[in-house]
């Protein structure tokens, strides 16, 4: 590991909300570990990125988080470099009802947005709980806090990385742990995840949200969360405020009926 260099490794940095947040944290003098699929648009923000600011270092890495092999795999290679700043970003949603969703789809979408971010998660906690300064924010959605009509299952998939992540918030304070995770949970955000999640082109967010964030916005919430020591930065669904918060689901901590 190299010592001393730090780097953020932000993945689904190729578009939206990743990229920009790549742009924010370069801006605050961070090295970066950008991941996606598409190498091409990885290659030109890290261009732009090093344009501005020419001292950073930027690896790429081009990697489908869907194929679990490949996670393990990224993480190993990102063993050589010590992780200031893990931000499991990358993850994409679904419109349909549960009786006409599309399973290879879906199947994809679990494995990235739940798997994928479970095993990052899982190897970076197990290497950085103790290390002071380390933060691991997971992208949820406030679909991960309520149930949204004809996203059933993108919001059960948020509803778990909402859990798991103030989960192990809850379990890093019990044990005194350095490292903070914490749950970025943004309502509708212009990028290509409307697209994606509704299998068009063009998709208009002006025709199909009354309000939503910019990207930039968005990337300037996480920033707040990542300066705050609150677990949830959740973006209240009615209003488009963002709020800062301590965990909101409810923990069993000292219930008798906890396993012995
Ligand atoms: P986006 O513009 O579509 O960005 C998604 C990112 O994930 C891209 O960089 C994409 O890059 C990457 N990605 C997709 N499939 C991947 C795979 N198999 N392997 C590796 N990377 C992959 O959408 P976004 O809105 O910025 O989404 C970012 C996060 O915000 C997601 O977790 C999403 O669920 C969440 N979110 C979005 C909204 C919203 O309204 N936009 C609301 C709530 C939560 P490649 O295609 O190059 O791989």
């Known amino acids: 590991m190299k010592e001393k260099v730090k780097y953020t490794v932000i993945t689904g940095a190729s578009s939206g909300i990743g990229y920009e947040t790549a742009n924010a944290f370069a801006k605050r003098g961070k090295n970066l570990v950008i ?3 598409s190498r091409e648009n990885l290659e030109k923000l890290k261009m732009e990125i090093l344009h501005d600011n020419p001292s950073l270092d930027v690896i790429v890495k081009s990697v ?7 996670v393990h795999q990224l993480y190993q290679e990102l063993k050589q470099y010590c992780i200031e700043t893990l931000i499991n970003n990358a993850g994409f949603g679904n419109y349909s009802s549960v009786a006409n969703q599309n399973l290879e789809k879906v199947e994809t979408m679990l494995r990235l947005d739940i798997e994928a971010l479970v095993v990052l998660s899982s190897l970076f906690v197990h290497d950085y709980q103790n ?7 997971n992208i949820s959605s406030c679909g991960g806090y309520i149930i949204v ?3 059933i299952t993108y919001c059960a998939s948020k509803f778990f990385v909402s859990t798991f992540t103030e989960g192990l918030a809850r379990e890093l304070q019990a044990c005194n742990a350095k490292l903070q995770a914490k749950v970025l949970a943004p309502a509708a955000t212009k990028t290509n995840f409307g697209n994606v999640a509704n299998n068009i082109e063009g998709y208009d967010y002006d025709k199909s949200f009354g309000a939503y964030h ?19 930065g959740l973006v209240n669904r009615e209003t488009f405020e963002f709020e800062l918060s301590s965990s909101l689901f409810d923990y069993a901590e000292n219930s008798k009926h906890n396993q012995k």
Do not use: C, H
């Open 214 to 232: 910019t990207s930039k916005q968005m990337a300037d919430f996480l920033l707040k969360l990542y300066d705050s020591n609150e677990v949830v």
């Open 64 to 70: 489908d988080l869907s194929i679990i092999p490949n």
């Open 35 to 37: 991941v996606a699929r």
């Open 131 to 137: 290390i002071e300064g380390s933060q691991l924010i």
């Open 149 to 151: 009509p004809n996203a």
